[in-house]
């Protein structure tokens, strides 16, 4: 599945023309991979959607819990990308350095699991503390206490998707997700109706059924990894007792504070779920609904993101200036081409994009009615939520994590949670205030991270003797 065999692992590109045929030829199965991730997720919340409008609400503060948790974990696992792009890009045949990050990726994995599974566990006692109506947090719980399984697979899995992308050859992922969504409908769908022969377990079904497909795919990888020539000769898995703390403190060294950022963009859309959970059960099944349709757009960013930190970190690693700004700027006029599209779409056909998500009945009119002016404020901060997470991607390329990391704290909390309360409580916007607070604070990072890589050089950002 050699998805970049126009562009051999860590080769240079030194036209426009020529980074854009190798961000490409990483980028797309990358992109692939993540739509079809997030539409295993989408599948979920349309089957549960079916449940009627409380399970939804349940279910979207059960995920908005679950992914707040993940994020930092998922942002100390990126890490492992740029650490093992930068190898090879010193050293094509730096295998001992590679595995060394990979083996402390799936520590830090195991490591991370354990907590996220403990406050999980006890999920229902975390969402009443948050002032969410019982019933919805009950429910809530239930989901999660299938769903939460999803957590030790799932983080093997980007340990592993990261390794494979390293070395540019992320077909495999794209190949192990594809499968992974009619998979997820067909188990999801019998388990929480009761079909072909299983139990009908309702909400929990739902998160059984996620968490069945999740260990399938991290066990598909797993042997891919194990028997394809490519990736075999990495032993990555071999003695994967045997510790190596300094590695393990320079990932969390890096890690860290992209975990945090990521946390702390996750984790300001989180608290939107749980502020909307205070507006009624249809706010919150229309957040949902509208974050999921802005998520699956977001997906093709992020991937550019994912495949300009390997791009540039292989650049990096050979001192190659040049070959850093192509591979950064390449990708982001990517980015802004695909979220202009995405952004005139969801500004101009909301409600047939919401009525994917949930059937044009009368007894659904008022959470349409929120999902559609919720998705024209998604539609309005599509390109500079493309601009942000790609930004950060090229900052993680060059090893840098901690500025970027006060940028979201600033940016995320300060700027679009201070205007979204303002705006849904004092100004009495309710749902649309804290929208229109997230669009602000995209828009503020977006800026601040651009800024900071327009000015790379002359903030000693990149590597000595380039």
Do not use: C
């Amino acid at each position: 599945m050699d998805t970049a065999a126009a562009i051999s692992p860590g080769a240079p590109a030194r036209t426009w023309s020529g980074e854009l045929r190798a961000t490409l030829a990483l980028a797309w199965p990358l992109i692939l991979a993540n739509l079809t991730m997030q539409l295993i997720q989408a599948t979920d919340v349309v089957l549960l959607g079916w449940l009627g409008p409380k399970e939804l609400a349940a279910a979207a503060l059960a995920l908005s819990l679950s992914f707040g948790m993940i994020l930092f974990a998922l942002g100390v696992l990126t890490a492992t990308s740029p650490m093992m792009a930068s190898a090879l890009g010193a050293r094509s045949n730096s295998v001992r350095d590679v595995r060394r990050t990979f083996r402390q990726g799936v520590w830090a994995a195991a490591l991370m699991a354990i907590p996220t599974l403990i406050v999980l566990w006890n999920a229902e006692a975390v969402i009443l503390s948050f002032g969410q109506d019982p019933e919805l947090a009950r429910l809530a719980a239930r989901f999660l206490r299938g769903y939460m399984w999803v957590i030790p697979p799932w983080m093997l899995f980007q340990v592993m998707r990261n390794f494979v992308s390293a070395l540019e050859r992320p077909g495999w992922v794209l190949v192990i997700s594809t499968f992974g969504i009619p998979l997820n409908a067909l188990v999801s769908w019998s388990l929480i109706f009761g079909h072909l022969g299983m139990p009908r377990l309702g909400l929990i079904g739902g998160g059984v059924g996620s968490s069945i497909v999740w260990a399938a795919m991290a066990l598909a990888l797993v042997i891919v990894i194990l028997t394809d020539r490519q990736f075999r000769r990495f032993h990555v898995f071999g003695r994967l007792w045997r510790a190596d703390w300094p590695r393990f403190r320079k990932l969390f060294k890096l890690g860290g504070p992209i975990g945090i950022t990521m946390g702390l963009e996750g984790g300001v859309f989180s608290a939107a779920a749980y502020l909307m959970g205070l507006f009624g059960a249809p706010s919150v099944a229309a957040h949902q609904i509208a974050l999921q349709i802005a998520a699956t757009t977001f997906m093709v960013p992020l991937a550019l993101g994912q495949a300009t930190t390997v791009r540039v970190g292989l650049a990096y690693g050979r001192k190659d200036r040049e070959g850093i700004g192509l591979a950064g700027w390449t990708a982001f006029w990517l980015s802004t081409a695909f979220m202009t599209l995405m952004a005139t779409l969801m500004f101009i056909f909301p409600h047939q994009l919401i009525t994917l998500f949930l059937a044009d009945t009368p007894e659904n009119a008022t959470v349409i009615a929120f999902g559609v002016s919720f998705l024209r404020i998604a539609a309005l901060f599509q390109i500079v939520d493309g601009w942000q997470v790609v930004g950060a991607g090229m900052l993680r390329g060059i090893h840098d994590t901690r500025v970027p990391m006060v940028f979201a704290l600033f940016g995320y909390w300060a700027i679009g949670l201070g205007i979204g309360l303002a705006l849904a409580f004092a100004m009495e916007w309710r749902g649309v205030g804290i929208w229109t607070g997230l669009a602000a604070g995209l828009g503020v990072v977006a800026i601040l991270m651009l800024w900071r890589w327009t000015r790379r050089e002359r903030l000693g950002l990149l590597p000595v003797g380039a």
